[in-house]
Structures are given as structure tokens and as C-alpha cells.
């Protein structure tokens, strides 16, 4: 069956500007999570969605970071006026319920130049 | 509060020889461990996952793993690797029992490389 999707592939944006990337989950995954894997902090945990709502947020590196989920499914994460040290891979995954195995997608890779 | 320790960040073996990857794990929490692969431009694919059922847990292309709680490891081996098995392998833990989110706490990764 279909994996965790995620787009674009990749992304190169303007240093200030603002960018939205998506994920979609496997369908019937309640749960959904956020990574970054940047070349200085390896892999971090950004946000996890169970349904539409957000119940760990800790991991937002700032307040230009945002994600919302619509409808159980799709996430869009967005960040705002962009700066270098954004630059990463931002991977989604996506499980059936909390504690239970995540499946990644292949990641959006950001590049702010 | 929860941490994993990779303790080498590049292993080399030759192809046919056994491989062992070394992760050392901290949790407040009964843990759930896993290892993931990384292949280059490639997602994340879980390799193997321990959850408190059997400590010996066997995974895809040959990996397994052994839980040892009294020396917090989960030490990933595999009897003779392959030169497909050359990636980026991660250590990850997540707590149990939390009633919280479980997100899936990183280590720093172990590029294994293998050679002819």
C-alpha cells in the first residue's frame, strides 16, 4: 500500500520568506510526528498531531515554526521568515496510535539561502 | 527524560564478516527501543523494535538485536554483513507507560561501511 508522502522533495526558498511543506499519512494513521535532521543536530523531534490536535509541541525550535493537521490527515508544517540554520530535512511519519511503529516518509529537504 | 548513546559514529567491515553497532540507552520509563536504517536519499525504515516482549528481538535482512537491561544496551548485530547493508544506522528510544506522546528520541547515528 501507499507510504507517508511528503512534498515537495525538495525546497529552495529566500532567506525571510515564508514555506509550507506537506505530509500526507498513511491512511487510517490517527498519528502523525514532525522531525528535522540537520547536519549539526542530527534527528529532533518537532511536533506530534494525534487526530487534528497537537498535545506535544515541545519540540518547535521557535515561534516561526507552526504545523496544523485538517481532517485527520494531511499536515501541513509551516515556517515563517526563514533563516539559514533552517536548513534541514524535515521528515514526517506517521503510526496507527501512540507507542505504536512509525513509518517515515522520504523527507522535504529545505534549503535557505 | 530519555537518551540514546551511539557509540561509534563509523564502523568499517568487510563484506562477509560480522557487523556489531553499539547503542547504550537512558529512560525514566520502560522503554520501547528500535533501530532504524537510513540508505542514502532514502527514507527512514525500521529495522527491528523491542517493546518488552522477548530481549533477543530479530529483525528485517538478518539484524537482531539484544536488550540488556542491566547494562542499558541494545547492541544491533548481524553475522555477516553485505554490501548492501552500507547506511546509516540509528538508535532511537521512546518511553512506555508515559500516558504522553512518544516521540522517538535519536542518537547520533553509526555509518557502517562495508568493503570488499
Known amino acids: 500500500g501507499a507510504g507517508v508522502s511528503q512534498s515537495p522533495s525538495n525546497k529552495v526558498t529566500e532567506k525571510g520568506k515564508d514555506v509550507e511543506l506537506r505530509c500526507d499519512p498513511i491512511s487510517g494513521h490517527t498519528a502523525l510526528y514532525w522531525y528535522r535532521q540537520s547536519l549539526g543536530q542530527g534527528l529532533e523531534f518537532l511536533i506530534y498531531?494525534?487526530?487534528?490536535?497537537?498535545?506535544?509541541k515541545s519540540g518547535l525550535p521557535s515561534d516561526r515554526f507552526s504545523a496544523e493537521r485538517t481532517g485527520g490527515s494531511v499536515s501541513t508544517l509551516t515556517i515563517q521568515r526563514t533563516q539559514q540554520e533552517d536548513s534541514a530535512v524535515y521528515l514526517c511519519?506517521?503510526?496507527?496510535?501512540?507507542?505504536?511503529?512509525?513509518?517515515f516518509g522520504p523527507g522535504t529537504r529545505l534549503t535557505v539561502t | 527524560a530519555q537518551s540514546v548513546t551511539q557509540l561509534d559514529s563509523h564502523v568499517s567491515v568487510s563484506e562477509g564478516t560480522p557487523v556489531l553497532l553499539r547503542c547504550n540507552y537512558s529512560s525514566s520509563y520502560s522503554p520501547s527501543l528500535f533501530w532504524y536504517v537510513q540508505h542514502p536519499n532514502k527514507g527512514l525504515q525500521l529495522l527491528l523494535k523491542y517493546t518488552s516482549a522477548a530481549t533477543l528481538v530479530k529483525g528485517i535482512n538478518g539484524f537482531e538485536a539484544e536488550f540488556k537491561k542491566s547494562e542499558t544496551s541494545f547492541h544491533l548485530t548481524k553475522p555477516s554483513a553485505h554490501m548492501s547493508d552500507a547506511a546509516e544506522y540509528f538508535c532511537v528510544v521512546s518511553p512506555i507507560n508515559t500516558g504522553t506522546a512518544s516521540k522517538l528520541t535519536f542518537g547520533t547515528g553509526t555509518r557502517l561501511q562495508v568493503t570488499l
Open positions: 511519519a506517521s503510526s496507527l496510535g501512540r507507542g505504536t511503529e512509525q513509518y
Open positions: 498531531f494525534q487526530g487534528n490536535s497537537a498535545p506535544d
